[in-house]
Structure formats: structure tokens, C-alpha cells
């Protein structure tokens, strides 16, 4: 079992910057990758971007060169940052656990995880 506990969500205008964090705990070594994903009122759940334990990277072409994602592996936990934001990037953030390899252009695929937190609410007005 993987436990994640996400944080940092909050309000703030267009073209500012939040920093998420997912805390894991448990099983951590079972983790093959990680994910952040948001899901937007009224959409479907959008993966944003993934990273595994080497530092392979992957992210939605709508969040490239604004978002970066991180992690910390001593203090075991998954970063977002997020800049220039916009209003079409309000949603609940969710991170989220892989324990199976899938190959790096899967990674942004919900399906492939197994472990999910209780998510972040990110709200970016204009």
C-alpha cells in the first residue's frame, strides 16, 4: 500500500505561480513511477505530467515549459510547479502511484496507476 497526501493547492491570479506537493508514505519502493493529473468541473480526468525513479519526465503539451514536475526521494515526495498559470488550469490536482512499468508516452494514462491521493484544489481567476 501506498498512502499520498497532496498539499499547496489554493486561489491566485492569472500568470502567478503554486508549488503542489504529494507526500507518500508507505510502500514507497513498490512505486515504479509517479503522476500529478488535474480534473477540471465538468471534464475528464487529464493526466499533466509523470516522472520515474531515474528522473524520466513526461507532461501534457498543454502544461509544457509551465509546469515542472520533481521529487525529493529522501524526504519521499512528488512536487508540481506550476507558472503562469491561467484560468483553464483550474482543477482538483491529483497525484498518483504507479507500481507496474509502463512505457514513458503510457505514463499520462490514469489507467496505469494504482494508488491516488485525495487531490489539491488549484483556482486561477483572470
Known amino acids: 500500500q501506498v498512502q499520498l497526501v497532496e498539499s499547496g493547492g489554493g486561489s491566485v491570479q492569472a500568470g502567478g505561480s503554486l508549488r503542489l506537493s504529494c507526500a507518500a508514505s508507505?510502500?514507497?519502493?513498490?512505486?515504479?513511477?509517479l503522476g500529478w493529473f488535474r480534473q477540471a468541473p465538468g471534464k475528464g480526468l487529464e493526466g499533466v505530467a509523470s516522472?520515474?525513479?531515474?528522473?524520466?519526465?513526461s507532461s501534457a503539451a498543454s502544461v509544457k515549459c509551465r509546469f515542472t514536475i520533481s521529487q525529493d526521494n529522501a524526504k519521499n515526495t512528488l512536487y508540481l510547479q506550476m507558472n503562469s498559470l491561467k484560468p483553464e488550469d483550474t482543477a482538483m490536482y491529483y497525484c498518483?502511484?504507479?507500481?507496474?512499468?509502463?512505457?514513458?508516452?503510457?505514463?499520462?494514462?490514469?489507467?496505469?496507476?494504482?494508488?491516488w491521493g485525495q487531490g489539491t484544489q488549484v483556482t486561477v481567476s483572470s
Open positions: 508507505g510502500n514507497t519502493f513498490s512505486a515504479s513511477y
Open positions: 516522472i520515474d525513479s531515474r528522473g524520466s519526465t
Open positions: 498518483a502511484a504507479a507500481t507496474t512499468v509502463w512505457e514513458l508516452q503510457f505514463r499520462l494514462l490514469a489507467s496505469t496507476y494504482r494508488y
